[in-house]
């Protein structure tokens, strides 16, 4: 039986800091992995430190455990975000290589080739030869891993952000113009653009915003007359989605790749509204399962909702949820588990 040590981060619900899109995909990876019968799958939290100097002590904390970790395992399976991949990612992976270790690493996010392709000559080879070396590399958007084929790589495999499949799903014949924010709240994930689509909106629709508030920019209690709720558990996110009929993301952050709401709101049939940016309209297609809009436009998210209507939310919700089998955590989690015994 195979033994594999993955490398990341999981959700601590006592911290807000550490509830996203990345830390909640690896926690479902995890556990998944946990229930296969072919390999044995050991944890180890990269972060544990989530104040200013924190990661810095957690990296180099890695550096020197993880000689002493690697060498009962098969595979070191690495889940990180972009600031791991060129900070100690390409030490990490020195290690494994010293210790003769297969490996397969996980971008996640849709920006790297982006970060990637500005930087020096010399630190795009110090990552070619590192990072780049592993066995599979898992890219969450089909434009990075074009971009990537296109470098001359040959071991890149798209591997999307996915989610368990849902039991229950939303009532799509009783469309109630219910509409739901579920992110971070911060500015560059549009909730400026939100706020001013929410004083135009009739008196008939509900906007309601959820999520880890930035408050730096924002007040909680300033922003409950935009419809802000709070923040949420991960086991509340898809009860509090049925309550509604789609969700909305205005978002330009610049490391957006597939947002994991996304696809639960799909698991249960739920149409999205959100921008063109990054590679968002590879997951979210015009007109089918959601309604895709330009960046940085109230009006635009106003229309977009607007366009909604009791004949035309069954056949979004329908197509939502049909796309949402390419998304499907199990069909994630049976390719790892082949490469992991391959």
């Known amino acids: 039986m195979k033994k594999i040590l993955l490398l990341g981060n999981i959700p601590n ?7 996203g899109g990345a830390n909640t995909y690896t926690f479902e990876i995890l556990r998944g992995l946990s229930k ?6 050991d944890f180890y939290q990269i972060r544990h430190r ?3 100097f924190g990661q810095i002590i957690d990296y180099l904390l890695l550096f020197f455990k993880l000689p002493f970790k690697i060498y009962k395992y098969d595979y070191i399976s690495i889940h990180a975000t972009w600031d791991f991949h060129i900070t100690i990612g ?10 003769k270790k297969k490996i397969v690493y996980h971008f996640f996010g849709g920006r790297f080739h982006k970060i990637y392709n500005s930087y020096p000559k010399v630190f795009r080879w110090w990552l070619n030869k590192t990072i780049f070396k592993s066995d599979k590399i898992l890219v969450e958007t089909l434009e990075m891993k074009y971009f990537f084929e296109n470098q001359g790589l040959k071991n890149m495999v798209w591997f999307p952000n996915s989610r ?9 014949k009783n469309y109630q113009k219910r509409f739901v924010f579920v992110s971070r709240v911060t500015p560059t994930k549009g909730v400026d653009y939100l706020k001013e689509a929410s004083s135009l909106l009739s008196k008939d629709y509900t906007l309601e915003i959820y999520g880890p508030l930035n408050d730096s920019y924002y007040n909680s209690e300033s922003l409950k007359e935009y419809g802000y709720k709070g923040n949420l558990k991960p086991s509340k ?8 009929d789609v969700l909305i993301l205005p978002t330009f952050h610049p490391g957006e790749g597939y947002p994991g709401i996304f696809i639960e709101a799909m698991s249960i049939g739920m149409p999205v509204i959100c921008t063109n940016w990054n590679s968002l309209p590879e997951i979210i ?3 089918k399962n959601g309604i895709v809009i330009p960046i940085k436009s109230s009006k635009a998210i106003v229309e977009a909702i607007e366009y909604f209507n009791e004949e035309n939310y069954n056949d979004f919700s329908k197509t939502a949820l049909r796309m949402f089998k390419k998304f499907n955590l199990e069909t994630r989690i049976s390719e790892l588990e082949q490469f992991y015994n391959g």
């Open 285 to 287: 297609k015009h007109n």
């Open 164 to 172: 368990k499949s849902s039991k229950n799903k939303i009532q799509a």
């Open 36 to 41: 296969t019968s072919s390999i044995t799958v």
């Open 50 to 52: 989530w104040n200013k």
């Open 237 to 244: 996110v898809l009860d509090t989605l049925l309550n509604f």
């Open 90 to 99: 390409p030490i990490a992976v020195l290690i494994s290589k010293l210790f």
């Open 13 to 19: 619900p006592n911290n807000t800091k550490t509830i």
